[in-house]
């Protein structure tokens, strides 16, 4: 077995994992609701990335600010129609994991709409193809870039809710919206500004990943939509630590399922790692126990 | 129309008519344990299974089409059970989770063992499933369903899912009762399964994928949770709406996508209790809110937190154990007084009998915060105890011990004469330890006569049985007597037919006691029975205490108001930092130099 | 009441329209010159969902072929498109609709093979003619002798690929990859594992992959650790087109072989360079030289800016087939259609010269294409 290569593969699958989780686990940390709709975001950022360096001939990078921007306004939108008005309803919870699905299913039929169900591809060249050898494995340059991405967008994020104004609001919001109500906080716009970053986030590693497997389509994220669940739920929901390991943790076990035991069963380790995990210890790897008043 | 056109109009749409009654029986079957306020996406797969059983029974043994679906029915209620053993102790969005989870393992199982036909399929499966076998099954499910609203069990369902915390500590067992729902749901997806893979020929892996599962509940969401109807009509529209946009001058493609997320978009927004809700809107009071309010959390001790604080009262109500929303005073009785039935058992205990309650050192810990850290307390029957500490003394915290909600950290409870130390709150209750809520905690979306059926449930024998029959049957009858009785008692007998949240806050409050004691306590919690009422009204609270503990149960008051728990209890406890600082009679309490301390000297004892 | 008897009634009413009032039909009938046979056909093809991306390709030849027979003047076609959204229940509602309510003669479709097991007994049934351009499952024909299919199966072409590959690779031992969760690449696996049984091909490995995998890295470092021969390769054009590049990428220069999945214009266009040397066993030879195959290709990139794929040849093919038919039968009925299909002889269509099997199944020579300079060409 060429460990090494698989040790490689297991890393990047994690990666992107981790990537679509980061966003996923953000908002259901601050704002305690799963966002289904996440992964029609993702979607929609890779089509972003796409039309930038197609149709208006941007380079790649300008691809990924116009997916980071486009998502973000995407997320808002989302919030808006899909969750702000369900916020002082007591079913919040259960009515947000519909009015996402409901969105979801209506930015993957626009995107149908517009572009239809063919596969599209980056123009030759976008990303420079280089591949390096390193320890026997043979690895893209994108596939570098991508591991490096996730690791920075994790560090970014936790700097980001550990160290900034921003994310003291972030905090207070996520640990009692009333109380930071009362401390000054503007509730709603912390809100906004999550949606938009974990939209954001989700458009991104879209883009990242339709660039890497080059290759856009409309159900570009149900491929990742179950197992980024399966991710934030072993890695701990709402913990960003937990998002980035229990990718890699996801991504690693799968490579090593199909090594090891066969492709047949690959799905059923990811999953039934989520079984077991939810039963052994419901809270994640990294999640606070969800205790906040007795 | 001729009879011929409408013989080509019937072969055209019995297909859409035969699935409409598929899906509908699809949607009752979410629909169980949405009831309990569980949402299971596992519906999927265990319809999955009863097709995959009902389908290989009849093409490998040829067995007739009853028997097979049958055993499709059994087969799917027992993954439900043991599924539900696994997953039930999780709530919300991680029960929905886990329950996918299933699914997507059920998916691999099937394209791996060779028996099922994995991508290709099993077929061709004989299609013998008639539409009037359907609609008959339908029928007779919308019928039981009817039924079972009214029956022990249906009431224990909605309990869970307005109050899951509240319908325990009335002696409902959660995880029982959840998983009862989980079966018999497992089965009608069973059915559902059998009959559709007799219908379509050939099943395959994918028709009872993530897809799938999501549509049965869009099904249940888009008709309405909050009665059997609604995943009828959801399954109904859902079904119907794509051969409805087949006419529409449009190229077929993606708008269909777009039309059913628009409606679910518009149901969930707008009609939160969905389409039943519209019909409802005229009677009863509307009520905007969806049924399914819980807050996720992995484990039951996240279902407690604090709701937020209910509204003081605006006027307040002026005639206490007066209904404002009747205008009637109860019946006076002797002491003016709620008069409550004799009750021989009760009388029976002497008063100076063994404590009921002993707890010895009691404590709960949340992380680093002691909450409680060492307090002792007796009660005996026929005494009022009471419970006093300044705000956040850990005197919520001690009733949510005592009443099982919160496993103790430490320490020893024992209830007459039982060591009961870390008993889950149903079984607490059984004994016969009964509490109210500090912010009133009634089941939102049942009537007030039903919430104090409730209240009886878990000394009633199922009565499902008689339900079914269409009769009340004796047990049923009788506690619908005592029901409206302790109403009365309370002055709310006028209201008995009204979704209790529709009712005013002293009459809240009322239902909640009215609600306890039709749990026939032994030990009677009362969590600040007082709040926001004004001196006689809580004056009135005390002498409805002294009947109780004069017929011998036992009372322990955390309150407040310290002038009510001088002058109606027997014993006072003092806590403080979550430990006790001071016991005995009220006139020593109140001269206690530790207690003054802990209250802050000027502070008004008098609020 | 009020609000639910209002939406129950405009559905009443709705539906009530919609039984009386004429079907939409997508493409009018066709001005064809007088005496032309006048013909409507029903067609349930999966425009949105899973198989969204192969519907759609067909529809286009649809109507395209639509088209070029009502030009020509003999048989004057009105094709009615129902979209089945993938799912069994809506292709059967489809069905009942086009067979009860639109009166087609006959039915191209569906898409997918499970749905076909649905819907075809059906037509069967009501003793409507149906011509499948894209089934390839065993046992469709073999529903009734009203059912029909222009596509050739992968029993009908893998065998003679991997004969064929065999010789020229001398192939001893090979490792496979296939999808397992769909029916298409499923049965593409099974033939190819006789195949290579029967040409004494040993498997080294196999591995599986989802629907909508888009990584594939794990399974092929495997394979590609074992140095097999040659990479066979169960898929359908999307994942076979990742496949086959990150083969390359991990550094595998051995030949990889696949099916009819890979027959399509997106695997060159979206595998590039990785695509080159890549062997493709299919029902329509896309570099046919013959002149019907080369005005189809012209037709459709002038139609749709864009060259066909298999799934549109055989949906045009077929198109040509029932127009043959009805011709041959010299009236629109369902009867005399199904039986004058059965003695489609040798028709000169894109796939090539067509006749059908005594089963209903396809019958004409497969292609072994393999891709050189960025283009199909036939393995030699």
């Given amino acids: 077995m060429n460990i090494p290569q698989q040790l490689f593969n297991g890393l990047f699958v994690g990666s992107i994992y981790a990537l679509f989780a980061l966003g996923y686990t953000l908002v259901f940390g601050v704002l305690d609701v799963l966002n289904l709709a996440h992964a029609a975001v993702f979607t929609l950022g890779a089509f972003f990335g796409l039309v930038a360096v197609t149709t208006l001939g941007l380079p790649v990078w300008a691809g990924v600010l116009v997916a980071f921007v486009g998502g973000g306004c995407v997320g808002i939108l989302l919030d808006r129609v899909a969750f702000a008005p369900l916020r002082r309803r007591p079913d919040t919870h259960f009515a947000g994991l519909i009015s996402s699905l409901a969105m979801a299913s209506l930015f993957i039929a626009f995107v149908q709409e517009v572009f239809g169900p063919q596969d599209y591809v980056f123009p030759p060249g976008t990303f420079p193809d280089v591949a390096l050898e390193i320890a026997g494995a043979r690895i893209q340059l994108i596939q570098l870039v991508i591991v490096a991405v996730s690791v920075g967008l994790m560090g970014w994020l936790s700097w980001l809710v550990q160290r900034t104004r921003f994310g003291r609001s972030l905090r207070a919001v996520a640990e009692n919206p009333r109380a930071a109500a009362l401390l000054g906080i503007d509730v709603e716009r912390v809100n906004a500004q999550t949606f938009f970053l974990s939209s954001a986030l989700g458009a991104v590693a879209g883009v990242l990943l339709g660039l890497a497997f080059n290759s856009v389509a409309f159900d570009l994220g149900a491929s990742i939509e179950l197992k980024g669940l399966a991710v934030i739920v072993v890695g701990g929901m709402g913990s960003l630590v937990g998002a980035m390991v229990g990718g890699l943790i996801l991504g690693l076990t799968e490579v090593f399922a199909v090594a090891g035991i066969g492709s047949t069963w690959r799905d059923a380790i990811a999953f039934g790692l989520l079984f077991i995990i939810l039963i052994v210890r419901p809270r994640g790897l990294f999640g606070r126990p969800r205790l906040r008043r007795d | ?607 | 009441m009020r609000h639910g008897s209002r939406l129950a009634f405009a559905a009443a009413v709705m539906l009530a329209v919609a039984a009386c009032s004429p079907s939409a039909a997508s493409s009018p009938p066709g001005g064809g010159a007088a005496g032309s046979i006048s013909a409507k056909i029903g067609a349930v093809l999966s425009l949105t969902k899973g198989a969204a991306v192969y519907g759609t390709s067909q529809k286009n030849g649809l109507e395209l072929a639509v088209k070029d027979v009502n030009a020509k003047g003999k048989v004057s076609i009105q094709l009615v498109i129902e979209d089945d959204a993938s799912d069994p229940q809506q292709g059967i509602t489809a069905f009942n609709k086009l067979i009860n309510q639109d009166n087609v003669v006959a039915i191209i479709g569906p898409t997918l093979s499970n749905t076909a097991a649905s819907t075809d007994p059906i037509a069967q049934q009501a003793g409507v003619p149906v011509l499948g351009v894209s089934n390839t499952a065993a046992g469709i024909t073999a529903i009734g002798n009203f059912i029909y299919r222009d596509s050739l199966t992968e029993g009908q072409v893998i065998p003679q690929t991997i004969k064929q590959a065999a010789a020229k690779y001398s192939l001893k031992n090979v490792a496979v990859i296939y999808g397992q969760d769909d029916a298409f690449t499923k049965n593409g696996f099974d033939v190819f594992s006789k195949a290579l049984a029967a040409n004494n091909i040993s498997v080294v490995d196999t591995e599986t992959f989802s629907k909508g995998d888009k990584n594939f890295s794990a399974q092929l470092t495997k394979i590609i650790g074992l140095k097999p021969d040659a990479i066979v390769a169960s898929a359908l054009a999307n994942e076979g087109t990742a496949i086959v590049s990150q083969a390359r990428q991990l550094g595998f220069t051995g030949p990889i072989i696949g099916g009819n999945g890979f027959n399509s214009p997106a695997v060159i266009k979206n595998g590039g360079p990785a695509a080159e040397g890549l062997v493709v066993g299919a029902a329509w030879n896309s570099a046919s030289a013959s002149p019907e195959n080369q005005a189809f290709l012209t037709a459709y990139q002038a139609a749709y800016g864009a060259p066909p794929d298999q799934f549109a040849a055989q949906a045009y093919s077929g198109v040509e087939i029932l127009a043959a038919a009805i011709e041959a039968a010299g009236k629109a009925e369902r009867d005399p259609i199904r039986v004058a299909l059965a003695t489609i002889k040798n028709l000169p269509v894109p796939l090539g010269s067509f006749s059908f099997t005594a089963d209903r199944d396809a019958d004409h020579p497969p292609v072994i294409q393999i891709v050189k300079n960025g283009k199909f060409q036939v393995l030699q």
């Fill in chain 2, 1 to 607: 129309m001729s009879i011929e056109a409408l013989g080509r109009l019937w072969a055209t749409y019995e297909s859409v008519v035969q699935f409409v009654g598929l899906n509908a029986i699809l949607g009752l079957s979410i629909y169980i344990t949405l009831a309990a306020g569980q949402l299971s996406l596992g519906q999927a797969a265990l319809m999955g299974i009863g097709a995959y059983t009902g389908a290989l029974l009849t093409v490998t043994w040829g067995w007739p089409l009853p028997l097979s679906v049958l055993a499709g029915i059994l087969t799917a209620g027992l993954a439900a059970g043991a599924l539900g053993v696994v997953v039930l102790r999780l709530r919300g969005v991680f029960l929905a989770i886990a329950t996918l989870g299933f699914g997507a393992m059920f998916g691999i199982l099937v394209l791996n063992i060779p028996l099922t036909g994995g991508a290709e399929g099993l077929r061709p499966i004989p299609s013998e499933t008639t539409t009037w076998q359907i609609y008959l099954v339908l029928a007779l499910l919308a019928y039981g369903f009817w039924r079972f609203d009214g029956s022990t069990f249906g009431r224990s369902l909605f309990a869970l899912r307005d109050d899951e915390a509240a319908a325990s500590t009335l002696g409902i067992d959660p995880f029982r009762t959840n998983l009862i729902a989980f079966v018999a749901s497992g089965m009608v997806a069973g059915l559902a399964g059998g009959l559709s893979a007799h219908l379509t020929r050939i099943i395959t892996p994918r028709d009872f994928g993530f897809e799938s599962a999501l549509e049965i509940l869009v099904f249940a969401i888009v008709g309405g949770t909050t009665g059997f109807a609604g995943p009828i009509l959801g399954a109904a529209l859902m079904t119907v709406l794509p051969e409805v946009l087949r006419f529409l001058p449009l190229e077929p493609g993606a708008v269909n996508l777009f039309v059913s997320g628009a409606i679910l978009l518009l149901v969930i927004l707008f009609l939160p209790g969905g389409l039943i809700s519209l019909r409802r809107q005229g009677r009863a009071g509307s009520d905007p809110r969806a049924s399914l309010g819980r807050r996720a959390g992995p484990d039951r001790a996240a279902t407690l937190h604090e709701d937020p604080p209910t509204p003081l009262p605006t006027p307040l109500p002026t005639q206490p154990m007066t209904s404002p929303t009747t205008g009637r005073t109860p019946p006076p009785s002797p002491a003016g007084q709620p008069s409550l039935g004799p009750d021989p058992r009760r009388r029976s205990i002497p008063a100076n009998a063994m404590p009921l309650l002993e707890v010895r050192g009691l404590a709960r810990h949340f992380g680093g915060v002691r909450a409680v850290d060492g307090v002792d307390l007796d009660v005996r029957p026929g005494e009022i105890v009471g419970l006093i500490g300044p705000n956040g003394a850990g005197k919520t915290t001690v009733v949510n011990v005592l009443s099982g909600l919160v496993p103790p950290s430490g320490g020893s409870v024992r209830f007459g004469g039982i060591d009961v130390t870390g008993w889950p709150a149903h079984r607490m209750a059984r004994l016969g330890l009964i509490r109210t809520y500090q912010n009133i905690r009634l089941f939102a979306h049942l009537s007030v006569l039903d919430n104090v059926l409730v209240g009886m449930t878990s000394r009633l024998p199922p009565t499902l049985g008689w339900s079914l029959l269409g009769r009340a049957g004796p047990h049923e009858a009788a506690a619908r007597r005592r029901a409206l009785e302790l109403l009365a008692d309370v002055g709310l007998e006028g209201v008995a037919g009204r979704p209790a949240a529709a009712l005013a806050y002293g009459d809240r409050r009322r239902l909640e006691i009215a609600r306890a004691l039709a749990a026939e306590p032994r030990l009677l919690i009362l969590d600040e029975p007082a709040a926001g009422m004004a001196g006689p009204e809580a004056g009135r609270v005390g002498t409805l205490l002294r009947t109780l503990a004069d017929r011998g149960i036992a009372v322990l008051l955390i309150e407040h108001n310290v002038r009510l728990v001088m002058q109606t209890c027997d014993r006072v406890t003092v806590v403080n930092f979550g430990a006790r600082i001071a016991e005995g009679v009220p006139a020593d309490i109140a001269r206690d130099p530790s207690v003054i301390e802990a209250y802050l000297g000027p502070t008004s004892v008098d609020r």
